[in-house]
Every structure is written in C-alpha cells, then in structure tokens.
C-alpha cells in the first residue's frame, strides 16, 4: 500500500543510470545518476519538463546556450527541443515530465 525506497539514495554514479521512479498515463519521473565527464547524448523529451537536480553540477545544453544548474535548483525545458547534459560532476537529477 505505501512503500518507502531508497531507489534514489542507492542508484550508484556509473557513467549514465536512468530509472523510471513512476510512470501513469499523465505522469512520469525519471531518475538520473550521472558520473562526473560523463554525457547524457543529445535527444528531445516527448513532453514538456522539469529539471530538478538533487545533489552535483551538471550543464544542460539547448538551443546553443548551456546552463549551469547544482544542487536544489530547478530548470524547465520544452518537448521537441534537442537537448543534452554533461556533469561536473558526480550528480543526480529527476525529469518530471
């Protein structure tokens, strides 16, 4: 019925790790780990997106601008846009989309 996990305080720091945290027909977040110098390669999201990172550094670049966004900041992206994120390091984000 309710369920405490420790999903994200576990998922290790191994170049790129993403994990479905949940997914509805209206909802879904993804977990990311990304390792420092580690990339994220360039892709679209299918949905309009927030950006929360949770601990670490990372670079989001769109539109040929890049964003320098650390721990407990928030960042809102469109769908269709290709986009993609390199760490500074060792860092974990989610994708609330």
């Known amino acids: 019925m309710y369920?405490?996990?420790d999903q994200i305080k576990n998922q290790e720091y191994n170049k790129l790790q993403v994990n479905k945290l949940v997914k509805t027909d209206a909802l879904e977040i993804?977990?990311?780990s990304l390792e420092k110098d580690a990339i994220f390669p360039e892709?679209?999201?299918?949905?309009d997106a927030q950006?929360?990172?949770l601990e670490g550094k990372i670079i989001f670049h769109i539109n040929g601008n890049s964003y320098?966004?650390?721990g407990q900041q928030h960042f809102s992206f469109p769908k269709d846009v290709p986009?993609?994120?390199s760490a500074e390091?060792?860092?974990k984000f989610l994708i609330i989309r």
Not at 43 to 47: M, Q
């Open 51 to 53: 950006l929360i990172v």
């Open 3 to 5: 369920t405490v996990s």
């Open 89 to 91: 390091e060792n860092s």
């Open 83 to 85: 986009h993609w994120v």
């Open 30 to 32: 993804l977990n990311i």
């Open 43 to 47: 892709h679209t999201a299918p949905t």
């Open 68 to 70: 320098f966004i650390s």
